[in-house]
Each structure stands twice: as structure tokens, then as C-alpha cells.
């Protein structure tokens, strides 16, 4: 449903994540106009034009819409295309999805509609941003890259899709080349194409750390010359004895004189060694992230999955909750926002999980042993605004010496963008990050994109079937 655009839209009767009781108890309504929020009052006290379109809530919670800070498009729900799981390892996942790859390039149908289901299965669980890695490479060439290019043309009213030009494989071919090789040259026309936001890579797959710290330099550099945001897969290990990349990331940065005002971010996705940090490192990256525009983007169902298994004598080097970062508590502790994205969805990587963000807030509250309403606040957030902010799409602001719910970023505010998903049959924000019901209502714009509703019966209850 599109707003009237003289005269918008009204969203009746929602509830708010407000952190005071009395308030997140009330019901309001949200008066949008031009793709912004022009007015929050109590429910029933907005008198819309008649010609505005109105949307009655029914007492649902309005939180802010969400965001896939990382996902793949183009890998995808191709588990049933890989050779059997033997061992579920990170080599043999590289492995089975690198036979699979080779083979996108001759069934364009089968890349196009599975990434087509991908974006629209998110945009109806609430999805309005997304950053989405296509790999780029001599196994694929362009195709994933021009498949990418053309969905986020095709939803561009519904979501925004930034596409990231990925290097999933090696620049430099051997340990003792001096020069990167076929898949930069690739890389380098990928970087130049219209619609393409990011560039990213993964220098964990080099032949050693040297190549690993040329990578980095090489992905800054095609960022800076083509005005483009970076993102890495990187550090991507929980082995105490490796030496952080983010380090040499953040020392790039400062040499290149890379600021916030720029706008453009470099990201680091899976991060897992950084859950090995003590104090002062956090301060530290604190105190670095303050200055320069780096983000971090924890993908738990992938890292939870893949790092830390027991080694032949079954002994279990980090606790489950130790495989990924504890986004609560880097927050609590140290004031580090961390954002938590889905990664993959159904592949060798992560077989398992939904591409619902909000189940992602859900499995963190069991994961890291949070049980406090601060603490979930900052799961729905790691969904939502910061994962926007990750991807360079929100501002984030401080909020010290404010209450808890003003300026965090989950309750909006007249002028913001109006950008929300309704969940329907939840009675009070806490239920959409510990048991986010299905039925939703997607607004993008100040627009209605996408509705979600179950059809039920039960024989107990009774009622018609309906096909």
C-alpha cells in the first residue's frame, strides 16, 4: 500500500519499544509523510486527512525495521546442490561450495530465483536494508555480480540492497607470488560498475599472512578509488596465539587518513577472535572506533556452527557462547556496538537457521545467558539500527546521560525515517526478541511493502480449511 503523498499514512494503535512501562504499555499512533515520521501521539488522537491511508495495528509492537548487515545472495539454499556433509568443516564447506559454484554460471535461472526468494522471504519478516555479498572471481566471472545488480534494480522501491563486489577467493595464487593475480584484475572492473557499493574480501583464504595484509591494502585502495564502502571476512579464527588483522585494518586506516565524515565505513564480519579480548583490547578498539568509521558484524548461526569444534581427544577449546561475539556484553562492558546479521542460509557454512533477523535476537538471548531488558535491547538493535549503521546507511549517536530509550535507536522519533516492521500479535516489545511472532507488516518509506499472515485451524477450535 503506498502512502498518499500530500497526505501519507497513519499507523493506528501500535505499541512502542519505550524502556518505561507506563509508555510501552500505551497504545499510539505514527503519523508518517514523505518517507519520514511526522507525529507520535497516544492512539486515537491523530485525526488523518481523508484522503491519507490508514493502517490499524491492532495493538501489534512497531520496532524498527531490519536489516541483514551480511548475507550472501548469490550462496544461498544450495545445500541440496553440494556433495554430502562428511564432516561439516570449514574446509570441506569450502570445498562442496566451490563444485556448486562452478555450476551457477550455467543455471542463471536457478542463481536469479533463489536470490529472488532470499530477498523477498526478508522483506517479509520485516527487511527493508540489506548488504549482499556476490562473489567475483575467474570460477563465476560476472555472473553472480550481474544477477545481484539486477535484483537490487528490481526491489529498489521495497528494500535497499547495497551489492558488495566479493573476493571469496584468493588475489594472490601461490605463497610466492609478488603480484595479485587473475582474480583481482576481476575485481578491479567489478569494483568500477554502476550499482556496486562495496567491495570486500576475505584475506583469511590467502596463502599466508603477508598476502593476507596485501589483500587488505589491495580492497582499501579499490574502496577509496571508487568511493566505496570495504567489508571483510576477517579474523575469522579463535586461536589466542593469531594476531588480530583488525589492528592492521584500523592502521591502514589511519595512514590513509580514512574519517567518519567521509561516510563511507569498512566492515568486519565474523570477528570471532575478538570474543577473545581482554579489557584492554576493547578499550582500545573503542577507542579507535570512536575516531575512524569501522564496524563490527557478528553472524552467530554461521560461527556457532563452524568454530570451536572438539579437537580428536573431544575436548571443546571455547564455550559454545565463546564462537561468536557476546554483543550484549561488548556493549555493557565496553560500549562497543557489535551487529548480528544471518551470513548464509542453508548452505555448507550454515546449514541450519532462519533468514529472520529477529530469530537471531531470539537465539541470543539463550546463547549469551541474558535475561535483563537492557540486554535485549541491544539484541533488537544489533537487528535493526545498528546493523544499519554497519552498512552505512544510520548515523549512531550517544546516548550517556539520556534515558535508556532516547536516542538507542529502537523508538522512533518525529523526523526519523519511517522504516518499521509491525509485529503482529505481540502485546509488548520484550515478545519481539524473545518469541517474534510471524504475522508482520513491512513499511519501507512511509509505504506498505510486504503483509505476513498465517492462515490457521486446529481441529480443537474449528473453523472452514482453506486451500
Same mark, same amino acid.
Given at each position: 500500500m503506498m502512502a498518499s503523498p500530500n497526505f501519507g499514512i497513519v499507523i493506528r494503535n501500535v505499541r512502542l519499544p519505550c524502556a518505561d512501562h507506563s509508555e510501552a504499555n500505551s497504545a499510539w499512533d505514527i503519523a508518517c509523510l514523505g518517507g519520514r515520521v511526522q507525529s507520535i501521539t497516544s492512539s486515537g488522537s491523530c485525526i488523518p486527512h481523508e484522503e491519507a491511508a490508514v493502517i490499524e495495528a491492532n495493538g501489534g509492537v512497531l520496532v524498527p525495521s531490519l536489516c541483514h548487515s551480511h548475507i550472501h545472495l548469490d550462496k544461498c539454499f544450495i545445500l541440496g546442490q553440494c556433495d554430502p556433509l562428511v564432516t561439516g568443516s570449514l574446509p570441506e564447506a569450502l570445498k562442496v561450495t566451490n563444485k556448486a559454484k562452478a555450476e551457477f554460471p550455467k543455471d542463471v535461472d536457478n542463481l536469479y530465483a533463489r536470490a529472488a526468494y532470499l530477498i523477498r522471504e526478508s522483506v517479509e519478516s520485516g527487511v527493508t536494508a540489506m548488504r549482499a555479498f556476490v562473489e567475483v572471481d575467474t570460477t563465476v566471472g560476472f555472473t553472480c555480480l550481474d544477477m545481484g545488480l539486477q535484483l537490487a534494480k528490481e526491489w529498489v522501491e521495497v528494500c535497499h540492497i547495497q551489492i558488495v563486489a566479493f573476493a571469496q577467493e584468493a588475489l594472490y595464487e601461490f605463497a610466492d607470488s609478488t603480484e595479485p593475480g587473475p582474480n583481482y584484475n576481476l575485481l578491479c572492473d567489478a569494483a568500477s560498475r554502476p550499482g556496486v557499493s562495496v #567491495?570486500?574480501?576475505? &584475506?583469511? #583464504?590467502? &596463502?599466508?599472512?603477508?598476502?593476507?595484509? !596485501?589483500? +587488505?591494502?589491495? +580492497?582499501?585502495?579499490?574502496?577509496? !578509488?571508487?568511493?566505496?564502502?570495504?567489508?571483510?571476512?576477517?579474523?575469522?579464527?579463535?586461536?589466542?596465539?593469531?594476531? &588480530?588483522? #583488525?589492528?592492521?585494518?584500523? %592502521? %591502514?586506516?589511519? %595512514?590513509?587518513?580514512?574519517?567518519?565524515?567521509?561516510? !563511507?565505513?569498512?566492515? +568486519?564480519?565474523?570477528?570471532?577472535?575478538?570474543?577473545?579480548?581482554?579489557?584492554?583490547?576493547?578499550?582500545?578498539?573503542?577507542r579507535a572506533t570512536d575516531i575512524l568509521p569501522l564496524e563490527i558484524v557478528a553472524l552467530p548461526q554461521s560461527d556457532i556452527y563452524m568454530m570451536g569444534r572438539a579437537d580428536p581427544s573431544g575436548r571443546v577449546p571455547v564455550p559454545l557462547a565463546g564462537r561468536t561475539i557476546n554483543a550484549p556484553q561488548v556493549y555493557r562492558d565496553h560500549g562497543v556496538r557489535v551487529a548480528l546479521s544471518v551470513n548464509n542460509v542453508e548452505n555448507a557454512f550454515t546449514p541450519q537457521g532462519s533468514l529472520d533477523p529477529l530469530t537471531l535476537a531470539s537465539l541470543g538471548v539463550a546463547l549469551f545467558q541474558v535475561g535483563t531488558e537492557p540486554d535485549w535491547r541491544v539484541l533488537l538493535r544489533s537487528v535493526s539500527t545498528t546493523s544499519k549503521e554497519a552498512i552505512g546507511i544510520m548515523h549512531g549517536g550517544s546516548v550517556s546521560g539520556k534515558p535508556a530509550d532516547e536516542g538507542d535507536g529502537i523508538v522512533p522519533r518525529v523526523g526519523d525515517p519511517a522504516d518499521f516492521v509491525v509485529v503482529h500479535g505481540a502485546r509488548r516489545w520484550q515478545s519481539a526478541v524473545l518469541s517474534p511472532g510471524f504475522d508482520r507488516t513491512t513499511f519501507y518509506k512511509g509505504n506498505v511493502v510486504a503483509r505476513r499472515r498465517a492462515q490457521r485451524w486446529n481441529a480443537n477450535t474449528g473453523g472452514e480449511i482453506t486451500n
Open positions: #567491495v570486500g574480501s576475505a &584475506p583469511w #583464504v590467502e &596463502p599466508d599472512r603477508a598476502h593476507a595484509l !596485501k589483500n +587488505i591494502e589491495l +580492497i582499501l585502495s579499490l574502496a577509496e !578509488k571508487h568511493d566505496l564502502h570495504a567489508d571483510f571476512h576477517l579474523d575469522y579464527n579463535l586461536d589466542p596465539d593469531a594476531v &588480530p588483522m #583488525v589492528w592492521d585494518v584500523l %592502521q %591502514q586506516m589511519r %595512514q590513509r587518513s580514512w574519517c567518519k565524515s567521509s561516510g !563511507k565505513r569498512v566492515t +568486519i564480519g565474523h570477528a570471532t577472535r575478538l570474543g577473545l579480548f581482554s579489557g584492554e583490547e576493547w578499550a582500545e578498539l573503542k
